[in-house]
């Protein structure tokens, strides 16, 4: 009788616990759900504008979350009416050389700040880290002169040169070389090996993840550049991306044609969302190491 | 073990050359040209010497808009961005199925291009002479007014600008907190549940203190760029911010440099410095707490 | 040892990067015209212009170059293209100090005001005009150009800074009212040969009526803006110079803050609060409006002519939006009809200082050449220009090119035709605005009050006489005009702190004070504890 009383029992507890956990798995998605679709929003009216023709565009007072005669013409006019092509290929270049360059230059300097030993190595350093603390804001005015008096203005040079080091992934870099045991660098010295060939044949491949972090954190950088850019560049065939969109929103595209415009975000945001959804996991990785190390 | 004297300067040197031409000299030009009175680009000439910048500059009701507009934007964005953060990340932690997908969303905004994704927005907000705009569908749907969020009111466009930077800054903060509550050990909280602690408790004596130095972390990051905002308020309400009254420190800074009324480094100079204070300051609060909590 | 060895490192390289850091400026030689111009050197220059998005427009500048170089081999001329003056200005300013300049640009007078800070930057024509060989119309020239006399001298007029010629006229547009004829009739009103600013806003009010449904009554659709000005600029110049009113003069003082342009911003205020007026930065370019039958008064630069009416040659809407109607053309509105004013802008020219007298040359023969008969006729066609030579205005050429009005939609396009036409009946009742160093920010200061106004009005602000007062503090902190005065003003730099800056100096310093107690008392603990 008591056992039977103690079973009865524990099945409503059971019950009442799995409907509470059926409610809060409610209450946990629903507030997921809404705050994806927040996060979705603009993506996806971005998306549907860029297949509304102009006229229709203009005459939705109340605008309409459907197409009803979608056309592809906005992303022709996209390309055709605003050199985006090139504002691309300006951008990718920009992208490849930039990242390219920093690489030759920090990963040296970090291994050389990891493993090398030298007199005044440590103050060095913390002059380095000192440097973090300077803001771009501080150093844009005076680089700006400079690069005019060199003549580099609307020039490639003058873009990538300021923006190739930082001291944030020297630091980064040489943290992750720290941690690979001193005792194989000793070895491989004992066996004649070269600093520098050590340094290709072991250490850079061993720290790959953080240098794949570093060189995705940045690409998105150079991506998203505009300041810079902004600056020294006026002329239109060497505007970047950023720079692009914000020249088509004060004069391209007959000032008012939105849904032109909107093909042309979808356009500018594809290939980074592409290589995101490719490389999602090292991508989100590596942000969250970087972030760590603060 | 010998090593060359030279060789590790060899290594050193392509990152000092840069860091040289590109950091250290203009600091110290900056600092020049902050004390340089009014120095013009075309002439070449100053005023003299002295702290005329300054004086300038903190007088200037364009620069103090800017540090109003700079500093209302940290004390909003920056918790609701954390707070928010948090909670999603709880939610996160506490479904397994679909999870992926949620934190693939959550994540696009990072590695989209600030300024298109600025101009999709500035759409939706912006009301027109043909339209009214999605957002103001949605407040008239709930019985309200239409508002111009671009260029309509003071606090309508600092609402939007709070809006965005927040969507903006949501997705490196997930993800932080994501990993810093999946490092936080199991034991604790199968000690704190075999104990049968209410999971508000659970919540706010383990969870919480165990994720605090990521939460203070984005907390001084997150100021720290907030300070740094401008190509986000390009993004919304184009190139002529001060007009539009929502210009910010560093949007003061490049518009005396290279606006249409720029082409003074000297004023440029002198609230770049400002903002370099404060940041600094900030900083050094951060390694002054930071040293002084208690490492578990 | 070590400590006092790095401080002795890091003060040298902050000595050596201070020397370096001082800004000095170059010095440059006034020009002075040489007896002969060395046909057999070989010349480089470059040439610095602005043009729409037009293709045409560049056209001209291309076979002038090459017709040029045709007549002196010597001389190689490259093009550098803008889309807007504001580039050029930049791009001028950047390089005036690093003494990288072009040889030639297009440019406003405004602007040349402020390059002319710089010692010596821009060539002083007044000898150079004047001169038998090489002035203008000389002697040993090998084109056909203008004589001094046959510049309108009232184009020339605005090229003058500080009574000396920097820079010549190249092109000239005035503004006119482009009427949409159909609307107006159907309101019941006639179009006055002169409209006054009353007229129009007696008209923009009356289309403001709707229908039941929420359309208009006059168009029937959901939009329509009766009246937009585009350059907000020009609307308060022109009205404050139609009514005598003080603006600026040529000493560079600044007049505009005063009691006539007050009473002007009320009158706009009704108007904007009805939105039967607005601007292009508040709504977008009139023509776009006017074409799609949403708007009646578009007032733009005659330059603007061939984007105005039905079949207009340039649209930036879609075709199926564009109405029928019959597009007139008229002088922008006047407060008194038997005394018009209307504004006069138009590009400039003007040559840059080299150390090379024989560059400096070459560039001038290259400016007087654009200022040849086939130069400004055939790029004045492209929009609604006028060339600024009488000489160009005779011939017959352009006579015909006049004649041909609406027989084509294309380089006859009856608007711009038209807005010519208007423009040369009316030259001796256009205008121009003084120039100094910093003008052009004292017109953009014009522009932002309207600005300002009708968007404060639109936000359901008061405006009143303490609303104008606080207006004009900030437009003039806005546009930096307290550096303009040469006597430089003291009054930015001194008075009391605004409050918010008091709040954030005190708070950095309450900061740094804990900071370094904080810092203090703990070295002090550590030392106790380890004692």
């Known amino acids: ?294 | 073990m010998k090593q060359s004297k030279l060789k590790p300067w060899l290594y050193l040197l392509p990152a000092i050359i840069f860091l040289g031409v590109f950091m250290v000299y203009p600091l110290i030009d900056v600092m020049v040209y902050s004390f340089e009175e009014g120095y013009n680009f075309v002439s070449q000439t100053s005023k003299g010497t002295g702290l005329y910048n300054y004086r300038y500059v903190l007088r200037d009701p364009y620069f103090v808009q800017a540090l109003k507009n700079t500093f209302v934007l940290v004390i909003i964005t920056v918790p609701v961005s954390t707070g928010l953060a948090l909670l999603i990340s709880l939610a996160l932690s506490s479904v397994k199925p679909l999870r992926n997908l949620f934190q693939t969303v959550y994540f696009l905004p990072y590695v989209t291009n600030t300024l298109a994704v600025g101009l999709v927005f500035m759409v939706l907000f912006k009301k027109t002479e043909y339209s009214d705009g999605m957002v103001n569908l949605l407040i008239k749907a709930f019985g309200g007014e239409a508002v111009d969020f671009i260029d309509g009111p003071h606090w309508a466009k600092m609402l939007v600008m709070c809006i965005y930077t927040v969507w903006i800054v949501l997705p490196f903060k997930i993800l932080i907190l994501t990993s810093a509550l999946a490092s936080v050990k199991e034991d604790y909280y199968k000690a704190a549940r075999v104990d049968g602690t209410r999971p508000s408790r659970i919540f706010f004596r383990i969870t919480l203190p165990m994720i605090s130095p990521m939460i203070f972390y984005l907390i001084i990051t997150g100021f720290i760029g907030a300070f740094k905002a401008y190509s986000d308020e390009v993004a919304l309400f184009g190139v002529d911010l001060n007009s539009a009254g929502m210009n910010t420190m560093v949007g003061y800074i490049y518009d005396m440099l290279y606006g249409n009324s720029g082409g003074y480094p000297s004023f440029a100079s002198a609230a770049a410095l400002i903002l370099f204070a404060v940041v600094f300051t900030i900083t050094c609060i951060n390694l002054m707490v930071s040293r002084s909590r208690v490492q578990y | 040892m070590k400590r006092i060895r790095t401080l002795l490192l890091v003060i040298a390289a902050l000595a050596v990067t201070l020397l370096s850091g001082c800004h000095k400026s170059s010095k440059r030689v006034p020009f002075t015209v040489p007896k002969e111009f060395d046909t057999t050197k070989e010349y480089t220059i470059t040439f610095w212009a602005k043009n729409d998005t037009n293709i045409t427009q560049v056209n001209v500048y291309e076979k002038a170059i090459s017709d040029f170089e045709k007549l002196y081999p010597n001389v190689h001329v490259v093009l550098k293209k803008y889309t807007d003056y504001a580039a050029i200005y930049q791009d001028v300013i950047t390089n005036i100090a690093t003494d990288t300049t072009p040889n030639v640009c297009i440019t406003y007078p405004d602007h040349i005001a402020t390059y002319q800070k710089g010692s010596n930057v821009v060539v002083n024509l007044d000898n150079l005009m004047y001169d038998v060989n090489y002035g203008l119309g000389g002697s040993k020239l090998l084109f056909d150009g203008p004589t001094a006399e046959e510049i309108v001298p009232k184009f020339l007029e605005e090229c003058r800074i500080g009574g000396a010629v920097y820079a010549l006229p190249y092109m000239r547009s005035t503004e006119a009212l482009y009427i949409n004829k159909d609307l107006v009739t159907k309101l019941g009103y006639d179009i006055p040969d002169v409209p006054t600013w009353d007229y129009i806003w007696e008209v923009s009010e009356a289309a403001m009526a709707k229908n039941a449904d929420g359309t208009f009554v006059v168009n029937g659709q959901t939009t329509l803006i009766p009246f937009i000005y585009k350059s907000t600029d020009n609307m308060m110049i022109s009205m404050l110079w139609q009514k005598h009113a003080a603006y600026s003069d040529a000493d560079g003082n600044v007049l505009l803050f005063n009691d006539d342009t007050r009473d002007i911003l009320y009158s706009i205020v009704p108007h904007a609060k009805s939105r039967s007026f607005s601007t292009f930065k508040i709504s977008s370019y009139p023509g776009n409006y006017l074409n799609a039958g949403q708007c009646i008064f578009a007032i733009d630069s005659t330059a603007g002519a061939t984007w105005m009416g039905t079949d207009a040659p340039n649209s930036d809407i879609c075709s199926d939006d564009i109405v029928r109607f019959e597009t007139v053309v008229r002088p922008i509105p006047q407060y008194n009809p038997d005394d018009p004013y209307m504004i006069s802008q138009g590009p400039s020219m003007c040559i840059f200082n080299k150390e090379d007298e024989g560059e400096v040359m070459a560039s001038w023969l290259f400016m007087q050449f654009m200022l040849t008969n086939e130069v400004q006729i055939s790029y004045s066609q492209t929009e609604g220009y006028i060339p600024v030579t009488t000489k160009a205005q005779q011939s017959p050429e352009y006579q015909e090119y006049l004649a041909a009005e609406g027989t084509d939609n294309g380089l006859h396009y009856s608007v711009k035709i038209q807005a010519a036409k208007l423009f040369l009946a009316n030259i001796d009742n256009t205008f121009v605005t003084p120039v100094f160093a910093g003008s052009a920010s004292v017109r953009e200061a014009a522009g932002e009050l309207v600005e300002n106004v009708t968007r404060s009005v639109r936000r359901k602000k008061t405006v009143d006489d303490a609303f104008i007062q606080q207006l004009y503090e900030d437009t003039a902190a806005l546009k930096h005009l307290d550096q303009i005065t040469v006597s430089g003003t003291e009054t930015r730099a001194s008075g009391a702190l605004p409050k918010a800056s008091k709040v954030l100096l005190i708070s950095l310093v309450i900061v740094w004070i804990a900071l370094i107690g904080i810092y203090a008392t703990r070295l002090i603990l550590k030392k106790k504890a380890s004692s």
């Open chain 1, 1 to 294: 009788m008591d056992e039977i009383k103690k079973q009865s029992e524990y099945d409503a507890i059971e019950r009442t616990a799995r409907r509470h956990r059926i409610f809060r798995n409610i209450g946990l998605y629903t507030f997921l759900a809404v705050c994806a679709i927040a996060v979705l929003f603009p993506f996806f009216w971005m998306l549907i504008t860029s297949l509304k023709t102009q006229s229709a565009y203009n005459g939705e007072v109340v605008p309409k979350f459907y197409v009803s005669d979608p056309t592809m013409g906005n992303y022709k006019e996209a390309f055709t009416a605003v050199p985006l092509a090139g504002y691309f290929l300006n951008t990718l270049i920009y992208t490849v050389v930039t990242t390219a360059l920093m690489m030759i230059v920090i990963v040296p300097a970090a291994f050389a700040f990891a493993r090398m030993r030298f007199p005044g190595r440590n103050l060095v350093f913390s002059l380095f880290l000192s440097l973090m603390m300077i803001p771009t804001e501080l150093v844009i005015i005076t680089n700006y002169v400079t690069i005019t008096s060199w003549n580099m203005r609307n020039t490639f040079a003058g873009l990538i040169l300021p923006s190739i080091t930082s001291v944030f992934y020297i630091y980064l870099l040489k943290e992750n070389f720290e941690q690979i045991p001193e005792e194989l660098y000793k070895a491989a010295k004992v066996d004649g090996t070269s600093d520098f060939k050590y340094l290709l044949r072991v250490m850079v491949p061993v720290a790959k993840p953080t240098i794949v972090t570093i060189t995705i954190l940045k690409v998105i950088e150079c991506w998203n550049a505009y300041v810079w850019p902004r600056l020294i560049t006026d002329d239109r065939s060497r505007f970047l991306v950023s720079n692009g969109i914000q020249e088509i929103r004060q004069n391209g595209f007959g000032r008012d044609n939105i849904p032109a415009m909107m093909a042309t975000v979808v356009v500018v945001s594809v290939p980074l969302i592409v290589l995101f959804l490719i490389f999602r996991n090292k991508i989100m990785e590596g942000v969250s190491r970087g972030g760590t190390k603060g």
